[in-house]
């Protein structure tokens, strides 16, 4: 299951989140357990270099995109290599939407094509849709046109 899906800006504060199964007393650690992963780690990297990091059972993959920071924490079925997927759509979904990796003026500016894309992308803690051609039909609010 995916656990969260987290953007956040350079100064590490939260502009997205999505948690599924995660209790509400456990966010708050979680999200302050990630950005301080980003502040440790994340200077330097290049654009949607990915990083990994494992904590409790719990798989973690994150990179930065622009002014902006992605983390995507997965368990079980959901390890490194499955997180390396989910972080790829997400990122260049992101990227169609931004037209370019993302300023945070610019991110904020598309913020709610943005939450619609991830929700398309991952429901209920689960990797729903890869392609980026469905998920673009989708975010117009229009039936996929196949099954």
Not at 52 to 77: F, N, P, R
Not at 96 to 111: A, M, N, Q, S
């Amino acid at each position: 299951m995916i656990l969260a899906v987290l953007f956040a800006n350079a100064e590490g504060n939260i502009l997205i989140e999505r948690f599924h199964g995660v209790p509400a007393e456990e966010r708050l650690h979680w999200r302050s357990f990630l950005v301080k992963l980003g502040a440790d780690n994340l200077k330097g990297v290049k654009n949607e270099e990915l990083l990994v990091a494992c904590h409790k059972s719990v798989y973690i993959v994150y990179t930065v995109l622009g002014d902006v920071s992605i983390y995507v924490v997965g368990k079980d079925e959901y390890d490194e290599l499955a997180l390396s997927e989910v972080i790829f759509v997400i990122t260049s979904a992101v990227k169609d939407i931004c037209g370019k990796p993302p300023t945070e003026r610019v991110f904020l500016d598309k913020y709610g094509r943005i939450c619609l894309c991830l929700d398309e992308i991952v429901w209920k803690g689960y990797l729903e849709n890869t392609e980026n051609d469905r998920i673009k039909r989708l975010l117009r609010l229009k039936p996929p046109t196949e099954f």
